[in-house]
C-alpha cells in the first residue's frame, strides 16, 4: 500500500470494524484521519457519494451502483442530519404511501431551516431541499423502509400540499387512506385554501369518498372567511 504498517493496521481495523456493524455511509469526520480515508480510496474500498460523504465498499470489486441504491435511504438520513426537523413531502411522500420501492430521481423534502437548493448525488439522482418556516413536528411521522428509518409528511399535509392533484395516484391515496378529521381542519384553518379545498371534495366524490366530501364541506364552511 505503500504507507507504514501502522497506518496500513488502523486503517485495516477501522475498515472492517464499519463493514461488520453495517456503518456503510460514512462522512469525512467519521474517518481516523484524512490518511485511513485516503488510503481507503487509493485502495478502492470507498466510493464518494458527494463532497463529505462517501460509501464503504467490503471488497474492492463491490459494484459501487448497487451498493449505492442499496444505501439510498441511509444516505438521504446522513445529508439530512443537520436538520432537527425535515419530512419527504408531496409526490415523493405520496410514492412511499402507495407502496412504491422504486428509487427516485429526484425527492422532495422541507425543512425548517431557510435553505433552499438541490443536491446532485451520484447517477444522476437529486435531493431537492426546500425551507418550512411554519414547519410544525406534528405534520410528519415516522416512516420505516425496510429496516431504514426516514420523516415522512403525514396524509392530511399531502392532500393539501400536494401540486398533482389530477393524478391516478392522487385518486388511489384518496380512495385507501384514512385521514384524521381533526388534523385536516387545523391544518386547513392555519392556511385556507377553498379552491384547493372544492378541488379535493371533486376528487373525494370520485374515489367514493362520501366522509372525506363531508368533512371538507365543513371545514371550509367553518373556516374560511370571504372577502
Known amino acids: 500500500m505503500?504507507?507504514?504498517?501502522k497506518i496500513i493496521s488502523k486503517t485495516l481495523k477501522f475498515w472492517k470494524g464499519k463493514i461488520?456493524?453495517?456503518?456503510?455511509?460514512?462522512?469525512?469526520?467519521?474517518?481516523?484521519?484524512?490518511?485511513?480515508?485516503?488510503?481507503?480510496h487509493k485502495e478502492q474500498l470507498i466510493f464518494p457519494i458527494l463532497r463529505g460523504l462517501y460509501l464503504l465498499k467490503n471488497s474492492k470489486g463491490e459494484d459501487a451502483e448497487t451498493l449505492f441504491y442499496?444505501?439510498?435511504?441511509?444516505?438521504?438520513?446522513r445529508i439530512m442530519a443537520p436538520h432537527d426537523l425535515w419530512s419527504i413531502e408531496k409526490e415523493s411522500a405520496l410514492a412511499l404511501y402507495l407502496g412504491e420501492e422504486t428509487i427516485p430521481r429526484q425527492i422532495k423534502i422541507r425543512t425548517a431551516r431557510k435553505i433552499n437548493y438541490i443536491i446532485t448525488l451520484s447517477f444522476g439522482l437529486k435531493v431537492q431541499i426546500r425551507p418550512d418556516p411554519?414547519?410544525?413536528?406534528?405534520?410528519?411521522q415516522d416512516w420505516k423502509i425496510t429496516d431504514k428509518l426516514v420523516y415522512i409528511d403525514i396524509p392530511e399535509k399531502i392532500i393539501f400540499s400536494i401540486h398533482k392533484r389530477k393524478a391516478l395516484s392522487?385518486?388511489?391515496?384518496?380512495k385507501g387512506m384514512k385521514f384524521d378529521k381533526r388534523i385536516l381542519e387545523i391544518l386547513y384553518a392555519d392556511a385556507p385554501k377553498p379552491i384547493i379545498a372544492k378541488e379535493l371534495i371533486k376528487i373525494a366524490k370520485t374515489a367514493g369518498r362520501?366522509?372525506?366530501?363531508?368533512a371538507l364541506q365543513k371545514i371550509i364552511k367553518e373556516n374560511t372567511i370571504y372577502r
Open 134 to 140: 411554519d414547519f410544525k413536528e406534528k405534520t410528519r
Open 70 to 77: 442499496q444505501s439510498y435511504w441511509v444516505i438521504i438520513r
Open 170 to 174: 392522487f385518486l388511489s391515496f384518496i
Open 20 to 40: 461488520q456493524n453495517n456503518q456503510r455511509v460514512l462522512k469525512g469526520k467519521d474517518f481516523p484521519n484524512e490518511y485511513v480515508r485516503k488510503l481507503l
Open 2 to 5: 505503500g504507507k507504514t504498517p
Open 210 to 214: 362520501n366522509d372525506l366530501v363531508l
